[in-house]
């Protein structure tokens, strides 16, 4: 989630009504009475006879009781949803050729800088090369990120712990395997930092949350698993909005390094700002409602928000089951799509994911890809229209022909509580005891009333939501059937909401700055499961425009 943008316009299309609300009136000591589901009807907008109210009292109050039953289970956040979403429309073949062995190009001769903090801003790949080579230590390298982290995160609060025992002992194992002759790819020894959402043995897992602020939780996520098997070494756990939700934290708020003034965007908070000040050159984010696309613009960084069902989530926290996905956020395409390749794939825990294949294509033709632009979007009048339309220009120069797409227009006002109805039951038990009064957030938008408001959406509705669910699923396959992929504004248009709950892949990464200097985003959307050839395009262009090379003024020596 992020509240970088308007989401309280969402909110304000709530429906809400009553089914769930008369376990309350029960637990509560007052009877359930025709009055009250008179009064209810109104929240729920229905309208019953009074013959028909008087005739639903013993199936109100048999509900109420089963609702304390139902209560009195626990649930902790780990207790799956055993319904999996599944973002492959009715009929629709996923085409899956076989995987080959993707080649990571890491540069040969590369050199330490002149001045070591210039270090900060080395790609993965030349971070690669240097280790390699065997001209920095993985300790050396992880002491240099470390030191990095302690002097510069008072400024963005943007580190909830600093693994340094973890790192450290890491570090000194891989350079005895460097010794021995064993390297073990392109991630091999590269520091890394992860949203404080995913768990990782001997370390607090604190969800940003004040409640969950000393938990510790006794698993490491698959996907630190396979980091560090392919011998990344994570440094930090970062900052996110408390429960996956904007910038604040039970710290404070993490803010944004090209003006610190302001916040860094969430909830992928501290991911995104410290990998664009240098702190680590990757990070794990993940994305429910913008989570990716959203603190990845604020901060100027590249973020790939993978296919639904691509990566696991096993030991991340839950927020919605049917639309939080794991992605990775770096400075450039090529370093988050080297990282997507070691972190996709299933495991035996997430049944949502699937086992797709991901051919990279570093020098893909765009004239062989079939590229789309949402016309409507690019037509209209916000803010950053005219940097965006240069992206156009920019493809139409590296030779894609341009296929004019309009999405799907159905009426979205009531599908937020897609997300909010999951995110209340993922933490009901904070409405139910009123723990959510320990959230530093509690604006009209934040959790704490958007999850006490949704207790009141009927069951029904909430089915109903997810079958217009589904007609957008497939309205969107058919928006979408005759290009590969296509190029959005990155808010306008309604492309985030949209591809969210459809599931569709994205790459969001810098495209210019506003008038305030603050960094500006595109967004380029695949087809499910075919990040291939949506990371080429994307890499394409960012390989043709300068932006990745520049970084926040007040972190890099040079100012650029």
């Known amino acids: 989630m992020t509240r970088s943008f308007s989401f309280s316009s969402l909110c304000s299309g709530i429906t809400i009504g009553i089914i769930m609300a008369s376990g309350f009136f029960l637990l509560s000591g007052r009877e359930i009475t025709t009055e009250t589901v008179e009064h209810a009807e109104k929240i729920a907008g229905l309208n019953f006879t009074p013959d028909q109210r008087e005739q639903m009292l013993s199936n109100l109050q048999n509900n109420a009781e089963a609702f304390e039953v139902l209560r009195s289970y626990e649930l902790s956040n780990d207790v799956p949803l055993p319904l999996y979403f599944d973002p492959t429309p009715p009929g629709k073949v996923i085409q899956n050729p076989p995987q080959h062995q993707n080649e990571w190009q890491i540069p040969s001769g590369v050199e330490l800088p002149e001045h070591h903090e210039d270090l900060a801003f080395y790609t993965v790949l030349e971070l690669s090369s240097l280790v390699r080579e065997r001209k920095i230590s993985v300790v050396d390298l992880t002491t240099f990120f470390l030191n990095r982290l302690k002097e510069h995160d008072e400024k963005l609060e943007a580190i909830v712990t600093i693994t340094e025992e973890r790192a450290l002992e890491q570090a000194r194992k891989l350079d005895e395997e460097l010794e021995n002759g064993r390297y073990r790819g392109p991630l091999h020894g590269i520091p890394y930092g992860a949203k404080d959402l995913f768990s990782v043995k001997g370390y607090k897992t604190t969800w940003g949350a004040t409640p969950y602020m000393d938990q510790e939780i006794d698993q490491t996520a698959t996907v630190i698993e396979k980091l560090d098997e392919a011998g990344a070494v994570l440094i930090a756990k970062t900052t996110l909005g408390a429960l996956a939700y904007g910038d604040i934290w039970f710290g404070g708020r993490t803010n944004n390094p090209w003006n610190p003034e302001i916040g860094s965007s969430g909830s992928s908070a501290g991911s995104s700002s410290g990998t664009s000040a240098g702190?680590?050159?990757?990070?794990?984010?993940?994305?429910?409602?913008?989570?990716?696309?959203?603190?990845?613009?604020?901060?100027?960084?590249?973020?790939?928000?993978?296919?639904?069902?691509?990566?696991?989530?096993?030991?991340?926290?839950?927020?919605?089951?049917?639309?939080?996905?794991?992605?990775?956020?770096?400075?450039?395409?090529?370093?988050?799509?080297?990282?997507?390749?070691?972190?996709?794939?299933?495991?035996?825990?997430?049944?949502?994911?699937?086992?797709?294949?991901?051919?990279?294509?570093?020098?893909?033709?765009?004239?062989?890809?079939?590229?789309?632009?949402?016309?409507?979007?690019?037509?209209?009048?916000?803010?950053?229209?005219?940097?965006?339309?240069?992206?156009?220009?920019?493809?139409?120069?590296?030779?894609?022909?341009?296929?004019?797409i309009e999405l799907p227009d159905l009426a979205l006002d009531g599908m937020f509580n897609v997300l909010t109805a999951e995110g209340a039951a993922a933490f009901d038990e904070l409405t139910l005891t009123g723990r959510d009064s320990l959230l530093v957030w509690q604006e009209d938008n934040a959790w704490p009333n958007s999850f006490r408001a949704v207790r009141f959406l009927p069951a029904v509705e909430w089915i109903q939501l997810n079958r217009v669910r589904a007609k957008l699923i497939a309205e969107m396959d058919e928006a979408i059937k005759d290009v590969d992929v296509y190029v959005s504004p990155a808010f306008a248009g309604g492309n985030l909401l949209i591809t969210n709950l459809t599931g569709h892949p994205s790459v969001v990464l810098k495209n210019g700055y506003s008038d305030e200097g603050q960094p500006l985003s595109i967004t380029f959307v695949g087809q499910l499961f075919d990040e291939a050839n949506l990371i080429s395009v994307a890499q394409k262009y960012q390989e043709a425009t300068p932006w990745h090379n520049e970084h926040p003024p007040l972190f890099s020596r040079t100012g650029d």
């Not at 100027?300 to 089951?321: E, Q």
């Not at 400075?331 to 972190?343: C, H, K, S």
């Not at 893909?364 to 409507?376: C, M, Q, R, T």
Request: glycine share 8%.
């Open 279 to 404: 702190l680590f050159p990757f990070a794990l984010g993940t994305e429910t409602l913008g989570s990716i696309v959203s603190p990845s613009t604020r901060n100027g960084v590249t973020g790939i928000r993978p296919t639904f069902g691509r990566v696991s989530r096993h030991g991340a926290m839950a927020l919605s089951w049917t639309m939080d996905k794991v992605g990775p956020i770096a400075r450039t395409v090529e370093d988050a799509a080297l990282v997507f390749d070691v972190i996709r794939g299933p495991d035996t825990f997430d049944h949502t994911v699937k086992d797709y294949s991901f051919n990279y294509q570093p020098d893909a033709d765009l004239s062989e890809i079939k590229i789309g632009y949402v016309k409507p979007a690019f037509d209209s009048d916000y803010s950053q229209a005219e940097t965006d339309r240069q992206v156009l220009a920019v493809l139409e120069e590296l030779g894609a022909d341009l296929i004019p």
